[in-house]
């Protein structure tokens, strides 16, 4: 396999001149011979090959593979918290997101293998992981497709994928097989794209793909001081006169102002079928940490597609809650009672995965809403619409 290993040192090589990005992280993973595989995969900090498959493959396809699992890595896929607990569902999302970006000809699955609608052109890898799960889904039960879903069952495309690879439907889950979450090369990834981002050394990447790469970088949203400011916000609606403070500006001869803090919120937690039970608890673990941060009364309620309980109102943390629904999602409910409310509540705070369609929010209202997804993934697919309606921001899993 001489030859081989000289034939990927070039490669290397050419990227240390014209792509300096991928040079720097395909040196930052090993690279190893597995006869094991069908063709190449990576995660754990390595690259491995099949090197029976990568000898029959001319130096431009070879290249090309190389470059599917740079790009990957570079996008973090085998390295996030995310929802990747099926690898094939997993793998299947990340070559959809590539194709979007980047579109290798020989890389299977494209967005346009399953949907027809620009809804799903260019979206995150959570967004096709949670989309294609759903296919996934109503073929296991039989269910009909939706409205701007290809007329194509994931047995079909998966089929014909492997046909076309050579390498057996196997090689599908076997692919995102080592895909797991790792702090360390996470940070030597966050170096290299700081470094690409300082020298302006992006080589030949698409923009948008850039754009993608950069977004890795974003720091982590403080869902307290997003809280923080919703409240100072709501408060400026709480201002009222007295005689017994000066004007800032006249004196004695007009009434000051004060401002009366009895912040009431109502807090709407989502608990349809697309939420787990773990961010369930996450919601209502934050909403306990609320009286440590200004709240004086909350009322919660528990939603999915219709309010499922009366809202029950929280003076203190409370140890357990009975969960119910895991319906659909429907915001529109809850929205409207808030504002059947509005006189009784200073504000709403939502607790979401955020894949449900957009309500309809009158503007006066706006200012009145935060959005709180579960995980950073979902906020990221989500918060287009959601920073339209309000302010929002995430929970992560690793306290509150």
């Keep these: ?42 995660g754990q900090g390595r690259i491995e090959y099949n090197p029976l498959w990568a000898a029959e493959r001319s130096e431009a396809k070879l290249e090309e593979a190389l470059k599917v699992e740079l790009i990957r890595i570079l996008l973090r896929h085998p390295y996030r918290k995310g929802p990747s607990s099926d690898p094939e569902i997993a793998y299947i999302a990340s070559n959809i997101v590539l194709n979007e970006y980047y579109n290798f000809p020989a890389l299977d699955f494209r967005a346009k293998d399953f949907w027809d609608d620009y ?6 890898f959570e967004f096709y992981y949670r989309e294609y799960a759903l296919i996934k889904r109503r073929n296991d039960s039989g269910a009909e497709e939706e409205g701007g879903v290809m007329e194509v069952s994931d047995e079909e495309m998966r089929g014909a994928a492997a046909e076309r690879s050579g390498a057996g439907r196997n090689s599908i889950s076997e692919n995102a097989a080592l895909w797991e979450n790792d702090e360390f090369i996470n940070e030597k990834l966050n170096e290299i794209v700081r470094q690409a981002e300082q020298n302006s050394s992006w080589g030949k990447l698409p923009g948008a793909l850039i754009e993608e790469i950069r977004a890795t970088l974003k720091p982590e949203l403080d869902w307290r001081g997003a809280l923080g400011g919703f409240r100072r916000t709501i408060l400026a609606d709480k201002k009222v006169p007295t005689r017994f403070k000066p004007s800032r500006r006249w004196g004695f001869m007009y009434m000051g102002q004060k401002y009366a803090f009895t912040t009431r919120i109502l807090a709407g937690v989502d608990v349809s079928g697309s939420v787990e039970k773990e961010d369930v608890a996450l919601f209502y673990s934050c909403i306990n940490r609320f009286f440590n941060y200004g709240i004086e009364a909350l009322d919660a309620v528990q939603f999915d597609s219709e309010l499922k309980t009366e809202p029950e109102p929280l003076k203190k943390a409370r140890r357990s809650i009975v969960i119910q629904g895991r319906g659909g999602t429907n915001y529109q409910p809850l929205v409207d009672y808030f504002l059947a409310n509005i006189a009784h509540y200073d504000g709403l705070i939502v607790f979401t995965d955020g894949f449900a369609a957009v309500p309809i929010v009158p503007p006066r209202a706006v200012r009145k809403l935060l959005w709180i997804c579960s995980r950073k993934e979902n906020y990221l697919a989500n918060h287009e619409w959601m920073d339209k309606l309000g302010r929002c921001c995430y929970i992560g899993h690793s306290g509150v």
């Design 119 to 124: 809804a799903h052109q260019k979206k995150s």
């Design 1 to 42: 396999m001489a030859n081989l290993t000289e034939r990927i040192k070039t490669i290397s090589e050419k990227w240390f001149i014209a792509e300096p990005l991928l040079f720097l992280t395909f040196v930052s993973h090993r690279l190893l011979e597995n006869a094991d595989i069908h063709t190449v995969r990576c």
